[in-house]
């Protein structure tokens, strides 16, 4: 039976609500996955205008997503006129397709990569969404030797919603006009530019009403290596740490972050470029909070960090 209960929380999550909603100002509201999901899923951010409002970034549980997505619509008394990915994170994008259809009206922009590569995001949609209906018949037949009205109830609730999934038709972002653009929501003001960070693309969103940057995977203060050029990412928040007009930062994973807290993910990325040893140097762990988990998910992280590294070095014929 723990597996069925599993599954079905994968499609009628409706302990969705845990997520946080935290005011920064009247135009800013940063949005925290509960604490048991905050390195499973992503900050996100609305941003509020005289005319309109904003949302940064999206993650993959769909359940939460329409949850917060009404949440939006109680909360927030402007009609969303923009969608945000910073990343080109699959989970994230996928997301973010769902929130698209939600908001049709508004304008969704992510990294070039993702326009480029589109089909390949569909492909993925539909395979999870393939995922999610095998998981839920084996849930049905599990649940036909159990006689339990209110379960059925809700997986009946979950199959609609997994046939709404597979019924929408998903659009593709708008590619930004140039490689940086100010937009304006109404008396708020984002500067929009493309990066390069985490992933193969990456968007940054500066808000001029409180110099917040939302950068997303990017500035997570422990850097999640996939696919990623370590020298241009280290490149980029090298950047942005000198940087005069911004206070602070908000990252996919973690706690909105003070500018100079750029140093930790820098550091990290300097050694895993750097460093001859697949061992994390001390002077770094002693950067992170001592705590089992963060230490753990630290050396995880780097030990990913240098294997990609690696095996980029042994594809051009040097040695690390």
């Not at 904003?54 to 402007?78: Q, Y």
């Not at 040893?277 to 630290?298: F, G, N």
Request: proline share 4%; glycine share 4%; aromatic share 10%.
């Amino acid at each position: 039976m723990r597996f069925y209960f599993a599954l079905f929380f994968i499609f009628a999550s409706f302990s969705a609500p845990a997520t946080q909603w935290l005011k920064v100002d009247e135009k800013t509201f940063l949005i925290a996955p509960p604490t048991s999901a905050r390195y499973l899923t992503s900050n996100q951010a609305v941003l509020i205008g005289q005319k309109c409002a904003a949302i940064i970034d999206a993650h993959g549980d769909f359940s939460a997503l329409e949850h917060f997505a009404n949440e939006v619509r109680k909360r927030i008394p402007k009609p969303i006129c923009y969608l945000f990915s910073t990343s080109s994170d699959e989970e994230q994008i996928l997301g973010m397709t769902l929130l698209a259809n939600e908001f049709p009206d508004a304008t969704w922009h992510a990294p070039r990569h993702v326009s480029m590569h589109f089909n390949e995001y569909q492909s993925a949609l539909k395979d999870k969404l393939s995922r999610f209906e095998k998981s839920l018949q084996l849930s049905q037949s599990r649940l036909e030797t159990h006689s339990n009205a209110q379960m059925q109830q809700r997986l009946n609730k979950a199959k609609a919603r997994i046939e709404k999934w597979q019924s929408t038709a998903f659009s593709s972002p708008t590619l930004l006009k140039a490689a940086q653009v100010t937009l304006d929501l109404g008396e708020h003001s984002l500067v929009v530019a493309e990066i390069e960070g985490a992933t193969q693309g990456g968007l940054s969103i500066l808000s001029h009403h409180n110099s917040g940057l939302f950068v997303g995977l990017t500035a997570n203060p422990i850097p999640y290596v996939q696919n990623s050029d370590l020298e241009a990412w280290l490149a980029t928040i090298k950047k942005l740490r000198n940087s005069e007009k911004v206070t602070w930062l908000l990252p996919a994973q973690g706690k909105p972050y003070k500018l100079k807290a750029l140093q930790k993910p820098i550091s990290f990325l300097e050694a895993a470029i750097n460093s001859d040893s697949m061992v994390m140097p001390e002077a770094l762990l002693a950067m992170y909070k001592t705590d089992e988990l963060t230490q753990t998910r630290l050396r995880l992280m780097y030990e990913l960090a240098k294997n990609k590294q690696v095996q980029k070095m042994q594809k051009q014929g040097t040695v690390l």
